[in-house]
């Protein structure tokens, strides 16, 4: 009997993890969170703020500048009944809009928010449930007596992950990068909440081609794997847009062979994504359920800046495929034994094949 490859396997992407590892608030300044390098062959420490010094002139640093929308409402059920609404996605489609008033979105209790259900919101209007679709997971239309994008601003909260358990302010403003800009995102992209103006200022002065593009980061990025194999998950779709200038440096690095680096995990897999569904980086809005997995090849990302990613998630299988499960494993178990801390707030990697 042959045995079964261990890279397809998502008990193979288990670990341990203290639970004080796990950071709750963003250190301050930003770029004083430390990174591990996993390049050359070996494993290195450093801090955010030394990043400059592992890249070099002529590189391509692509950004996600999505922005996080206040996704987490609270209402009630006419009972009186307390209700949380996490919205996921405009009905209609993967892709941002401010004005629409269908939603899909995870509601809490679900079991008593079936269809013709209604959820109130003091003030504001209130939203009817019009179709139920996987558990937890709702179709909401709106009715309300300000416009939507007022009502998030009013009624919303970032919804910060849930092993972050305090909602402080601090927090909330962790929470967004210091070039978000477009809105549409559930999540943030983590891994850049590193960046401060002044450390993106000294690489572009040292010659980092900075460009960006715009992911709307969905809870699918952040969905457990729970099949047995890996190749059975099924990942759910993200929109993106890539800008005409983004698509052109990135093609032009690739010919002329300089680097290409991801700041993230979703701009991997915007770029891979096109990549896979066009044969190059097409601008213009796209959307893509690429599961990126060993034995994936990749087309476009030489290095790439990640944060640590959770057990058992499709965040952890990609990493493992760009740089090699084992490889990968020994470092996260030298980041837990040397305190480094772990997930959205907490310290980063910088990897190479």
């Not at 892709?95 to 079936?114: C, G, I, Q, S």
């Not at 937890?136 to 309300?144: D, I, K």
């Not at 997930?343 to 094949?353: K, V």
Request: glycine fraction near 8%; aromatic fraction near 8%; proline fraction near 6%.
């Amino acid at each position: 009997m042959i045995a079964a490859d261990p890279t397809q396997l998502t008990a193979s992407y288990n670990f341990d993890l203290p639970p004080e590892l796990i950071a709750q608030r963003p250190v301050e300044p930003r770029d004083s969170a430390r990174l591990l390098t996993l390049i050359e062959g070996g494993i290195g420490h450093a801090t955010f703020a030394d990043l400059p010094s592992y890249l070099r002139e002529g590189d391509v640093l692509v950004v996600n500048d999505t922005r996080v929308i206040a996704a987490r409402i609270a209402g009630r059920r006419p009972s009186g009944g307390r209700v949380e609404i996490l919205l996921l996605r405009p009905a209609a489609g993967a892709r941002y809009d401010p004005n629409a008033l269908r939603w899909v979105a995870m509601v809490k209790p679900a079991r008593r928010l079936k269809a013709g259900a209604r959820i109130e919101f003091n003030g504001f209007g209130a939203a009817d449930v019009v179709r139920e679709e996987d558990e937890g997971v709702r179709e909401l239309e709106f009715t309300l007596e300000v416009p939507f994008e007022t009502f998030l601003q009013r009624a919303g909260r970032l919804p910060l992950p849930p092993y972050v358990r305090e909602d402080s302010e601090a927090a909330q403003r962790g929470y967004q990068t210091v070039f978000a800009r477009e809105p549409g995102s559930v999540a943030a992209p983590t891994a850049s909440l590193h960046f401060t103006k002044e450390l993106l200022e000294r690489l572009e002065r040292d010659g980092v081609r900075l460009v960006r593009l715009n992911l709307n980061v969905g809870l699918g990025t952040f969905k457990p794997m729970q099949t047995q194999r890996i190749g059975d998950h099924r990942m759910h779709s993200e929109s993106f847009f890539v800008p005409e200038t983004t698509a052109a440096e990135v093609e032009a690095a690739k010919r002329e062979g300089r680097r290409v680096i991801a700041a993230g995990t979703t701009v991997v897999r915007a770029l891979e994504g096109s990549a896979v569904k066009h044969g190059t980086v097409r601008p213009g809005f796209d959307e893509t359920d690429l599961f990126i997995r060993p034995g994936y090849r990749f087309a476009y990302i030489d290095a790439m800046i990640t944060n640590f990613h959770l057990p058992r998630s499709t965040l952890l299988a990609l990493v493992c495929a760009f740089a090699g499960r084992e490889r990968i494993m020994r470092a996260y178990h030298d980041a837990i034994e040397r305190r480094y801390r772990f997930f959205s707030f907490g310290d980063a990697m910088l990897i190479e094949p």
